[in-house]
Nanobody, 124 residues
């Protein structure tokens, strides 16, 4: 079992930055694909970014490319999402997710574990 706890959300203005953190416990994240998803009110939970343990590669939602950066510190079992130049449309609850083995993709059903989420609100 892996427990995930997100932090770092808040209320910011357009153009500001935030760094979200996801602390994992129970197991190390060395062999997990780690991802961030987000869910705006009344909408589906959507993929934002992922970091694959197997290749070290990352993927991003097109609308966040160049603004968001996912990173991981396996020694601390923590994943980060640096969000720059935030826009009102980035407002959502942001969730951290973990997928073991070679699972883990842009599909939310490929993840085994989820955090409770952290709210990000961007005012215009």
């Amino acid at each position: 079992q892996v427990q995930l706890v997100e932090s770092g959300g808040g209320l910011v203005q357009t153009g500001d930055s935030l760094r979200l953190s996801c602390a994992a416990s129970g197991r190390t994240i060395n062999y997990y694909t780690m991802a961030w998803f987000r869910q705006a009110p009344g909408k589906e939970r959507d993929f934002v970014a992922l970091s694959r343990w197997s290749t070290g590669s990352t993927d991003y939602l097109d609308s966040v490319k160049g603004r968001f950066t996912i990173s991981r510190d396996n020694n601390k079992s923590t994943v980060y999402l640096q969000m720059n130049n935030l826009r009102p449309e980035d407002t959502a609850i942001y969730y951290c997710a973990a997928a073991g083995g070679l699972k883990g993709s842009v599909r939310k059903d490929s993840y085994d574990y989820w955090g409770q989420g952290t709210q990000v609100t961007v005012s215009s």
